[in-house]
């Protein structure tokens, strides 16, 4: 495709339920990165991948969040056992290459956790 | 990474000119300045990036001082379709890869 396609565009989960995110990015392009984007506030960084290997996991806000890019293409976003406060936005973006360097973003996944 | 500071909010008629200006006092040497737009259930989208004087595109004008301590994103002739929240990073230096957005500036356009 074009663009960064990021799936579901919406998901609902029940408190305590898994869920995975699925991120497309745009075909060659080495880097992925994950954000986090809360209501009313900017992207907040996640985590990093260049090509299969997770460079930077720093931004997971705990040990309930996993992102794996197995094949360097597709990358998943995997929340465990989730939690109201996990309720935000998941924005996916992919570049060329990392410093200096246009990320070109997905639409997102609105994660509501009830 | 530097700390930014903009306005949280703006409004401007259809056809003015825009100007959204970003303090970052402790920029690194070689960090950029890149400003990302944000329209309402989308992902942010690259508008410009410079390091230093003025750069010009398609979409907007960005002017950087000599000293490097803030920088003004010009949008010219604004239309309601602008209407968006306008964010500022330095950073992406060379090395670098985390974008670090803080609150942005919503700029509201009037008709």
Known sequence: GAGVSQSPRYKVAKRGQDVALRCDPISGHVSLFWYQQALGQGPEFLTYFQNEAQLDKSGLPSDRFFAERPEGSVSTLKIQRTQQEDSAVYLCASSSRAPNTEAFFGQGTRLTVV | ?111
């Open chain 2, 1 to 111: 990474l530097a700390k930014t500071t903009q306005p949280i909010s703006m409004d401007s008629y259809e056809g003015q000119e825009v100007n959204i200006t970003c303090s970052h006092n402790n920029i690194a040497t070689n960090d950029y300045i890149t400003w990302y737009q944000q329209f309402p259930s989308q992902g942010p989208r690259f508008i410009i990036q410079g390091y230093k004087t003025k750069v010009t595109n398609e979409v907007a004008s960005l002017f950087i001082p000599a000293d490097r301590k803030s920088s003004t994103l010009s949008l010219p002739r604004v239309s309601l379709s602008d209407t968006a929240v306008y964010y500022c990073l330095p950073g992406s230096g060379a090395g670098s890869y985390q974008l670090t957005f803080g609150k942005g500036t919503k700029l509201s356009v009037i008709p």
